[in-house]
């Protein structure tokens, strides 16, 4: 994974709307999400979330304790600009948390989703992804849920000129093991702002009760 100066300089000097992976909504995300018929105060964590809008869809469907983590300051700042046009329930509902998700202090047993649409494929280093595993199992609630977008093997090699590691559901989920068992996976045609396609893969799981 690059530093947070290579994602810092990405986020100022590129709108958010004019890199690869920007999409209007999270459209497959917000589906899974869905589905989990979340209460409205369960804690949600998005990883890596740069300027995602994933944000503001969660407070339209109610939810009012979300996390936005990115290594970048810079990508928080779009965030925290949109957010704060919102009336003022909205604002108080979201925390800013810059920094390595897999180094930071985060709460034990405390959230309810995890959310990372394009963060762990950047983990290249087999220990860094354990050290992302080991957060995520400490830090979701028992039956806790997982939801992970990665590029699927068909996806590009490389992201903001970055290696990447692609998967299928099955090499996925097995990162993952035996903390979370995968419960359902997708893929997605992901259209980029520059008329190109990109493979995603993504798998929902969720924390063992055992």
Same mark, same amino acid.
């Given at each position: 994974? &690059?530093?947070?100066?290579?994602?810092?300089?990405?986020?100022?000097?590129?709108? $958010?709307?004019?890199?690869?992976?920007?999409?209007?909504?999270?459209?497959? $995300?917000?589906?899974? +999400?869905?589905? =989990?018929?979340?209460?409205?105060?369960?804690? +949600?964590?998005?990883?890596?979330?740069?300027?995602?809008?994933?944000?503001?869809?969660?407070?339209?469907?109610?939810?009012?304790?979300?996390?936005?983590?990115?290594?970048?300051?810079?990508?928080?700042?779009?965030?925290? &600009?949109? +957010?704060?046009?919102?009336?003022?329930?909205?604002?108080?509902?979201?925390?800013?948390?810059?920094?390595?998700?897999?180094? =930071? &202090?985060?709460?034990?047993?405390?959230?309810? =989703?995890?959310?990372?649409?394009?963060?762990?494929?950047?983990?290249?280093?087999? &220990?860094?992804?354990?050290?992302?595993?080991?957060?995520?199992?400490? $830090?979701?609630?028992?039956?806790?849920?997982?939801?992970?977008?990665?590029?699927?093997?068909?996806?590009?090699?490389?992201?903001?000129?970055?290696?990447?590691?692609?998967?299928?559901?099955?090499? =996925?989920?097995?990162?993952?093991?035996?903390?979370?068992?995968?419960?359902?996976?997708?893929?997605?045609?992901?259209?980029?702002?520059?008329?190109?396609?990109?493979?995603?893969?993504?798998?929902?799981?969720?924390?063992?009760?055992?």
């Amino acid at each position: 994974m &690059a530093d947070a100066a290579h994602w810092q300089q990405v986020y100022t000097s590129k709108a $958010s709307d004019a890199v690869s992976w920007y999409r209007p909504h999270l459209d497959r $995300s917000l589906a899974f +999400i869905d589905g =989990l018929a979340l209460a409205p105060d369960a804690p +949600i964590l998005d990883v890596g979330a740069g300027a995602s809008t994933l944000v503001d869809d969660l407070l339209a469907r109610g939810l009012r304790d979300v996390t936005v983590n990115d290594l970048a300051d810079a990508a928080l700042d779009h965030t925290r &600009a949109r +957010i704060a046009a919102l009336p003022p329930p909205a604002q108080s509902a979201v925390r800013y948390l810059a920094g390595d998700i897999t180094t =930071l &202090a985060l709460p034990a047993a405390h959230y309810a =989703l995890w959310h990372d649409r394009a963060a762990f494929h950047f983990l290249t280093e087999p &220990a860094q992804r354990r050290a992302y595993v080991a957060q995520a199992a400490r $830090s979701l609630r028992p039956g806790g849920h997982l939801l992970i977008a990665t590029f699927a093997l068909d996806g590009p090699e490389r992201c903001s000129g970055l290696p990447v590691c692609r998967y299928d559901a099955a090499a =996925l989920a097995a990162e993952f093991a035996p903390h979370f068992r995968p419960i359902a996976d997708a893929r997605e045609q992901h259209p980029t702002p520059f008329g190109t396609t990109q493979s995603f893969l993504y798998v929902l799981l969720r924390g063992d009760l055992s």
